[in-house]
């Protein structure tokens, strides 16, 4: 089977310029191992050189491309609102397990507790969605488990496809992901981060550089993964 060649794939780096990929944080909040990475200060803030983003972007796509065409599976984790979008989109393209709003304590380290509560999950939308079951329920009832359903949905509805622990977690923040990447190297599963200047980039296996912070940056960050492996 032949290579496929990823660097198709990656944005223009007028494209990068335009979704402000390159702003950094301030100069007071650098993480030193992110030096390499950095090309100029300007009015205080750090400017990632793009160049290296796009080759850290094409390593990363060549991973994760291999992942999913072994069958692996990956966690996408939307640790920002404005990730949430476009991370539950590629979520769903591939059929892969999500998180948006924020990471839950033991979705990795506490797998099998994890997985009892999707599966309490699953079995209250069947239920509910069974004519059957659902006319034998007074108004009240029916109010009651409806509420439960819309609170278990907003936590385990991304996770309902999760039906083994991840062989990889995209993080779609380093700056905000202790949390999950603390999960994931306690088991030796492989991490994948947006990495802005104040985060130290060898805490991932794989480092994407650039802005976190904006939308458009991370949006054509997964947007540019979605193409490659879609």
Request: hydrophobic share 40%; glycine share 6%.
């Amino acid at each position: 089977m032949a290579e496929i060649d990823y660097s198709k794939f990656l944005p223009s780096y007028e494209d990068m310029l335009m979704a402000g990929m390159h702003y950094g944080r301030k100069k007071t909040v650098k993480h030193p191992k992110m030096d390499s990475f950095i090309y100029a200060l300007k009015d205080s803030i750090h400017l990632i050189n793009i160049f290296k983003t796009g080759e850290e972007l094409k390593k990363t796509i060549e991973f994760l491309g291999k992942v999913k065409d072994s069958g692996g599976m990956i966690l996408w984790a939307a640790l920002t609102k404005h990730s949430e979008a476009k991370i539950v989109e590629i979520a769903d393209l591939l059929s892969m397990p999500y998180i948006k709003d924020r990471w839950l304590g033991g979705t990795l380290t506490n797998f099998k507790t994890m997985q009892s509560r999707i599966k309490h999950y699953k079995e209250t939308e069947e239920k509910l969605a069974n004519p059957g079951f659902s006319e034998k329920l007074t108004k009240k009832q029916k109010h009651d488990i409806e509420k439960e359903l819309r609170l278990l949905k907003e936590k385990f509805q991304g996770l309902a496809r999760m039906t083994k622990l991840p062989d990889v977690v995209f993080l779609s923040s380093l700056r905000h992901g202790a949390l999950p990447l603390r999960e994931a190297k306690r088991l030796g599963i492989k991490t994948v981060a947006i990495c802005n200047t104040e985060s130290d980039p060898t805490q991932v296996d794989y480092a994407i550089p650039a802005n976190d912070n904006a939308k458009q940056s991370v949006e054509l960050i997964i947007e540019t993964i979605k193409k490659a492996l879609v």
